[in-house]
């Protein structure tokens, strides 16, 4: 086997009883000196199986006991191309574990699993051939508008009352989860997996904490081995009234406690973000598209942003869902261009009925004119020497709150105290001071000295400045967000300078430096 893929250890024993989650199944793995230890899981007709994602090569040894026992060794080769391991945060970027830079452009199809074969297969079919290297979708079915078809499979089996017997996990589901992440992985998509939501009519919302646990247990024996998830808490969690805080902090530890490889893990938001303060959760997720924010945002929990609801291009009849496609890009290069992450979503209906497949529930095609130009900002940014991030010019004055800017200017230090702006801003509220924050920051986005991206937005401006290094030389180029155009405007150029644009919105600057200067 590789590194970084999944090997897998099947054994045949004794019926585990009424009891099909919390199976004595223990794996010791030794690899390199180092020690891991993983939970195995049942997988129905008397067969258990321990997973485990080797993250180096070497021996990998181990030991199987329990209720079925077994020991080996495997060889692990270096990993194939492309092939990189787990994303992490760090700090406010994604990586892969081997240090591969991991940008996610993501899209949403939350009821993709409780679908008829025909139209999984189909929305697999358009995922290969789509930009996008993230999916959201739940574990749970969907009750809501266009997606109130009833499943075939659930992920429990019910007992002899009709109730939801969370210890009796319904194999052919999760086999059917395994088969779909398997196939993601194989096209490097990352998987962020929902694992609560509200829109129920099966009582899945209702588990007391204790059912919730047991799924988690069964979540995290099965399928934390696999190096494509990301662990979604919840879509909308305060809508799920039955869980407080404290239920929710509780489960979050659960996972960051039972989950050996340390998958990345946040909660999903209505209209009140989770505390992304939180030790467990990994990174930023919100719905939301004011992109203004994601600086501040990133300044107070130093870990990525992602707008994983940032809004829905189609024609739908709600509020939320029916972005124009240049409106679904708009808000995918601001978000990007503030240093930020950003999540695509699609609601296309043909004519006035519920009963259609619309992409953000059931997936099946996409409609949209969005996609295709996503798809050039990813590559874009994916071909830059690095990670991007939000560019902060080293001239600029480095505030980051009221008190900071109150002592500055007790220090009379000259371009503060005598500033009538900072001064005003001394004064303000504290929402409106980081309003003024918001508004003083440029959606620039860098790689070191190498890489300038700057987007105007709505903006129909007929020049735009910025500002370079002036020890380097840069091409400048005008990106038409919509026409997928680039268009070189200016060479040699560094310092502050100036271009002409075409006056109208979704334009963007581009500056990179020149080789061989």
């Known amino acids: 086997m590789k590194q970084y893929d999944v090997l897998e250890i099947d054994l045949i024993g004794c019926d585990p009883g009424n ?69 992490k945060a760090e700090g406010t970027v994604f990586r892969y574990q081997d240090g591969t830079k991991y940008l996610p452009f993501g899209t949403t199809v939350y009821a993709l699993l409780h679908q008829e074969h025909q139209v999984v297969e189909q929305t697999m079919e358009t995922m290969k051939g789509s930009p996008f290297n993230k999916i959201r979708f739940c574990v749970f079915p969907k009750h809501y ?46 998987v962020d997996l929902i694992l609560f939501h509200p829109y129920d009519h099966w009582g899945f919302m209702h588990l ?14 099965r399928i934390s081995a696999y190096p494509n998830v990301w662990w ?32 990345l893990l946040s909660n999903h938001n209505f209209v009140h973000p989770w505390d992304f303060s939180n030790t467990d959760t990994t990174h930023v997720c919100l719905q939301d598209a004011d992109a203004p924010k994601i600086p501040a945002l990133s300044r ?49 209906m ?41 560019f902060k010019p080293e001239d600029s004055l480095q505030i980051e709150n009221r008190a900071q800017l109150k002592q500055m ?27 003024m924050l918001e508004f003083f920051t440029d959606p620039v986005i860098h790689v070191g000295k190498e890489v300038y991206l700057k987007y105007f937005g709505d903006m129909c401006t007929i020049y735009g400045k910025m500002q370079l290094p002036e020890e380097h030389l840069y091409t400048v180029e005008i990106i038409d967000v919509w026409e997928m155009t680039r268009t070189v405007a200016a060479e040699h150029v560094n310092g502050i300078f100036e271009v002409k644009l075409p006056g109208k919105p979704g334009i963007a600057i581009l500056a990179a430096r020149e080789t061989g200067e």
């Not at 180096?56 to 191309?81: F, M």
């Not at 530890?253 to 998958?263: E, I, Q, S, Y």
């Not at 009963?355 to 059931?362: E, I, N, T, Y």
Request: hydrophobic share 35%; aromatic share 14%; proline share 4%.
């Open 145 to 190: 508008a266009f997606n109130d078809n009833e499943p075939k499979l659930f992920a429990f089996e019910k007992n002899e009352e009709g109730s939801w017997d969370v210890n009796r996990p319904c194999m052919e589901f999760w086999e059917e989860l395994e088969l779909r992440i398997s196939q993601f992985d194989e096209m490097g998509v990352q």
């Open 19 to 87: 009891d099909w989650v919390h199976v004595n199944v223990l794996a010791e793995f030794v690899l390199n000196g180092k020690y891991y230890t993983r939970k195995g899981f049942y997988a129905g007709k008397g067969r258990y199986k321990v997973r485990f994602m080797p993250e180096e090569p070497g021996i990998l040894h181990y030991n199987v006991s329990g209720i079925v026992q077994a020991a080996g060794e495997k060889q692990v080769e270096p990993a194939s191309d492309g092939r990189h391991g787990m994303v």
């Open 409 to 435: 200017l007790e220090q009379n230090i000259p371009g503060v105290s005598d500033n009538p702006v900072y001064i005003c801003m001394s004064n303000m509220t504290d929402e409106e001071f980081t309003h």
């Open 300 to 348: 107070k929990f130093g870990k990525p942003v992602i707008y994983d609801e940032l809004g829905y291009e189609g024609n739908i009849p709600y509020s939320w869902g029916n972005l124009s496609a240049f409106e679904m890009v708009n808000r995918f290069w601001k978000i990007v261009c503030y240093g930020g992450y950003a999540t695509h979503g699609e609601t296309y």
């Open 350 to 390: 043909d004519d006035m009925n519920d009963d259609q497949c619309l992409w953000w529930s059931k997936g099946g095609i996409l409609k949209g004119q969005s996609m295709e130009r996503i798809g050039f900002l990813r590559k874009l940014t994916e071909s830059f020497p690095g990670t991007p991030v939000l």
């Open 232 to 263: 979604s808490l919840a879509n909308e969690y305060e809508q799920m009234t039955d869980f407080t805080k404290e239920r929710w902090e509780e489960m979050a530890a659960f996972l960051g406690r039972n989950d050996g490889g340390g998958h």
């Open 208 to 221: 007391n904490q204790e059912e919730c646990l047991t799924y988690l247990e069964y979540v995290m024996r």
